[in-house]
């Protein structure tokens, strides 16, 4: 093996389900307070469409591209710095609630030590430095050779495209030399095995499920240095 390349929710850190709801109406009332419900609503409406997109035709987009998708259905122009405002609050609020597997730090680092490079890549519309900021404060990122983010790609997982770029990201030509390790069946799992890499679940109840086997399936991060060994 060469490398191992993780998700980031509910496989490096715990599963958490942020409601983008606050951010929603926070950014609706700062627009026009006369229409806040309206507005809200149809922002609510845009992001279950950019999550739906998951399932077609995969392709990736930002928060900013949400809130200007919005704002074009509702004839509102949307300023970046209201966006930024409405985000960062929303970002302060979830901080203590963010937090990574116990094991995550131990766990890269003995795949270091056994000379595998890391990588994580991401289904998100946050910019990096959201998640940079939550790898930053628990010591991850240095451990963490490649960081890749669907914001800032034309597409999301299960997508060929993006599983190709990680591998280039990590420096490896033979995907079936690379290890994809995430919870959700459809995006990680198939997405990865389609890519010709072996695929690790960690199950999570919480996401739908999808008839793709994956190649093993572990409860605990530390699971996941045998399998590599023997591999």
Same mark, same amino acid.
């Given at each position: /093996? ?18 983008? @709801? ?10 026009? =307070?006369?229409?806040? !419900? ?12 950019f999550w739906a997109r998951t399932a077609s035709h995969q392709e990736s987009g930002t928060l900013a591209d949400l809130v200007a998708e919005a704002s074009a259905e509702l004839g509102l122009?949307?300023? !970046?710095?209201? $966006?930024? !405002? ?5 970002? %302060?609020?979830?901080?203590?609630? *963010? #937090? ?22 991401? &289904? #998100? ?6 998640? !940079?900021?939550?790898?930053?404060? %628990?010591?991850?990122?240095?451990? *963490?050779?490649?960081?890749?983010? #669907?914001?800032?790609?034309?597409? /999301?997982? =299960?997508? =060929? ?5 990680? $591998? ?9 030399? #690379?290890?994809?390790?995430? +919870?959700?069946?459809? +995006? %990680? @799992? ?13 199950? &999570? ?8 086997? =994956? %190649?093993?399936? *572990? ?13």
């Amino acid at each position: /093996m060469d490398a191992v390349i993780f998700d980031w929710g509910g496989t490096l850190s715990h599963f958490v389900s942020v409601e983008m @709801i606050d951010v929603w109406c926070l950014a609706a009332r700062h627009l026009d =307070p006369d229409r806040e !419900e309206e507005v809200t609503a149809r922002l609510v409406e845009v992001e279950e469409r950019f999550w739906a997109r998951t399932a077609s035709h995969q392709e990736s987009g930002t928060l900013a591209d949400l809130v200007a998708e919005a704002s074009a259905e509702l004839g509102l122009d949307v300023a !970046e710095a209201v $966006l930024e !405002e409405a985000a960062v609050r929303h970002l %302060d609020a979830w901080t203590p609630h *963010i #937090t990574h597997d116990p094991d995550a730090a131990e766990v890269l680092a003995a795949l270091r030590e056994r000379g595998l490079r890391i990588g994580l890549l991401s &289904n #998100t519309h946050w910019p990096r430095a959201f998640h !940079e900021r939550f790898l930053e404060r %628990d010591g991850l990122a240095e451990l *963490i050779d490649a960081r890749l983010y #669907t914001s800032e790609m034309t597409h /999301m997982k =299960p997508h =060929p495209k993006v599983f190709a770029e990680a $591998l280039a990201a990590v420096g490896v030509d033979d995907p079936g030399r #690379t290890v994809f390790v995430g +919870d959700r069946p459809f +995006d %990680d @799992i198939h997405g990865a095995k389609q890519a010709g890499m072996r695929a690790v679940l960690r199950p &999570n109840p919480a996401v739908p499920g999808h008839p793709t086997t =994956p %190649d093993a399936v *572990i409860d605990r991060l530390h699971q996941l240095l045998d399998l590599v060994d023997r591999w």
